[in-house]
């Protein structure tokens, strides 16, 4: 089946700092990636459509000078946290689409 | 994009038959119905997807009625390994531009021995 992979698994970071994280997906190629943050307890909140070449599409509320989102290829978008700060801490999902979405195994960030 | 409504927790015990139903009144023509379980600290995973009347594969069962306002999760003889979170979600699969999936609360399944 199609594989969905992120890196890092976790990351712990400083606070001001900034955080890549990878989605990538492995045996097919995905025009559309989608972007989900998740806090404990609580469901998964999509923070951006992420097209291949084009500007990412972001939901309401969610900052795009923050959340930096490229997808250059058909296999790979990555989702930058910039300077980051403690309430950034979440558990971050991507899905790539390709006539239903495929979940990756998130990543795990804390700011410290 | 049609908003989803489930029951915020269920209780089972092993081995018994577990069924999580969703609202969806506001389905359009061209959604799926799609189900997807998450384990803490791990990416959903897709369990059983469909259109119409009745869906089956190794693990579940989705039973939709005509109207297609529901739909029915069916897990048989379920394991401890089950208690997870049960997402139902509707979307249109076929195209990326309208196919980004809203997660509703979930249901949170907890197997008991």
């Known amino acids: 089946g199609a594989v969905v992979s992120q890196h890092p698994s976790w990351v712990i970071c400083k606070s001001g700092t900034s955080v890549k994280i990878e989605c990538r997906s492995l045996?097919?190629?995905?025009?559309?990636m989608f972007w989900y943050r998740q806090f404990p307890k609580q469901s998964l909140m999509l923070m951006a459509t992420s097209n291949e070449g084009s500007k990412a599409t972001y939901e309401q509320g969610v900052e795009k000078d923050k959340f930096l989102i490229n997808h250059a290829s058909l296999t790979l978008s990555t989702l930058t946290v910039t300077s980051a700060h403690p309430e950034d801490s979440s558990f971050y999902i991507c899905?790539?689409?390709?006539?239903?979405?495929?979940f990756g195994p998130g990543t795990r960030l804390t700011v410290l | 994009l049609a908003k989803t409504t489930q029951p915020i927790s269920m209780d089972s015990y092993e081995g018994q038959e577990v069924n999580i139903t969703c609202s969806h009144n506001?389905?359009?023509?061209?959604?799926?119905i799609t189900w997807y379980q998450q384990f803490p600290s791990q990416g959903p995973r897709f369990i059983i997807q469909?259109?119409?009347t009745k869906v089956t594969n190794e693990v579940a069962s989705l039973f939709i009625p005509a109207d297609r306002k529901s739909s029915t999760l069916s897990l048989p003889r379920v394991s401890l390994s089950d208690t997870a979170v049960y997402y139902c979600l509707v979307g249109d699969m076929r195209s990326s531009n309208t196919g980004k999936l809203i997660f509703g609360q979930g249901t949170t399944l907890q197997v008991k021995p």
């Open positions: 045996d097919f190629q995905a025009t559309t």
């Open positions: 899905s790539a689409f390709s006539y239903e979405q495929f």
């Open positions: 469909g259109y119409k």
């Open positions: 506001n389905i359009a023509t061209n959604d799926y």
